[in-house]
């Protein structure tokens, strides 16, 4: 009977104690999601300050390298650079996007279709798909929404740089004082789970960085530099074909396929000379982004097949929008890290067994 009363008294601690926890959660959803989004941060930029502790200068009899602290401050003073420079031009580029989206039907009827034909369609039939009114429609009331709310979403972004910003503040403090904070939080824990969080730690921060560096700074870098093309060949809406492209190129596969049908639009009423080439140099940068930098900086660390890498963005997409599309693909590398770790067979690790 005292056994009983033991084993049921045990539960009901641990089942007040999860209580506890899920009405906590809920009431600090807003302070947990800060916590959450740091702690991204700090596992994103780890790896990146490790490189930069590690790059040490000689002169003459000496080393000189830099500390955790300072490693971060040189980071965080580029991270502002970037900002002030992506933030300056923001409230142009979001009226220019409005304005390319209203004037969407306007630019498909300028587009001279052949006479024949293409890939097995009829003149009429390719005039119907491109003049495919629920479609414009929405284009143009999309179009409108922006431009109305250019201020909107202009302070939008602005809040969430302030957010971002007070996250890299705690990421900082957390990446810092890392070893300290490891120790702390694995205390109460036995020496067997804080071995394995410890083994589980550097795949998991390159699993990150290599998502924040790989995937969304390429996407940054190849909008800016389709921006710098369409901009040089005279394209119009460059500004906002360049975050169009930038955005895009999140979605594997089917995303840059779209921003390039969008710059053909654009591209289709200035000369065709120039257009072509604007074109072509804009589809050879984002084979080289998927080409060569993707498969260098990302793929070996993710973890995700082509499958997985798509699911884990629809997944994200649909439950928290286009952050959830942004940060799911990484979750679901650390949660693929963290399903083969702990569901190898212990003789996979035998080096006799390997061989």
Not at 15 to 25: K, Q, R, S
Request: positive net charge; contains cysteine.
């Amino acid at each position: 009977m005292l056994n009983g009363k033991s084993f049921l008294s045990k539960y009901l601690k641990r089942i007040v104690i999860i209580a506890v926890a899920i009405y906590l959660a809920f009431r600090l959803r807003q302070t947990l999601q800060l916590l959450l989004t740091s702690i991204f941060l700090a596992g994103a930029i780890t790896p990146i300050v490790e490189q930069l502790t590690s790059f040490r200068i000689r002169f003459k009899s000496w080393k000189i390298g830099l500390n955790r602290v300072w490693a971060v401050v040189m980071l965080y003073l580029f991270l502002l650079i970037v900002i002030i420079l992506a933030i300056t031009p923001a409230p142009q580029i979001i009226l220019e996007l409005g304005q390319f989206f209203i004037k969407l039907p306007n630019l498909l009827e300028q587009i001279q279709l052949p006479q024949g034909g293409m890939f097995n369609f009829s003149p009429d039939q390719l005039s119907r798909i491109l003049q495919t009114q629920p479609l414009l429609d929405q284009a143009q009331n999309f179009g409108k929404d922006i431009v109305g709310q250019t201020f909107v979403f202009t302070l939008q972004i602005v809040n969430a740089i302030g957010v971002g910003i007070l996250s890299l503040l705690i990421a900082a403090y957390m990446v810092i004082h890392s070893d300290s904070l490891v120790r702390r939080c694995l205390r109460p824990f036995s020496s067997e789970i804080r071995q394995q969080v410890e083994i589980l730690i550097p795949p998991i921060t390159r699993c990150l960085g290599a998502y924040v560096v790989g995937r969304v700074g390429t996407s940054s870098l190849l909008g800016f530099c389709t921006y710098l093309t369409l901009s040089l060949f005279g394209i119009p809406y460059s500004g906002a074909l360049g975050l169009l492209v930038a955005i895009a190129n999140l979605i594997p596969y089917i995303g840059g396929l779209m921003a390039l049908v969008a710059i053909f639009i654009a591209a289709w009423g200035v000369d065709f000379n120039k257009g072509a080439i604007a074109i072509f140099i804009c589809f050879a940068l984002q084979q080289i982004e998927a080409f060569i930098l993707q498969p260098w900086l990302v793929a070996p660390y993710l973890n995700l097949d082509a499958f997985e890498l798509l699911l884990s963005i629809i997944v994200g997409a649909e439950l928290f929008g286009v952050v959830g599309a942004i940060i799911a693909p990484p979750i679901a590398g650390t949660s693929r890290i963290l399903f083969k770790h702990f569901t190898a067979s212990p003789m996979d690790d035998d080096p006799d067994h390997k061989q």
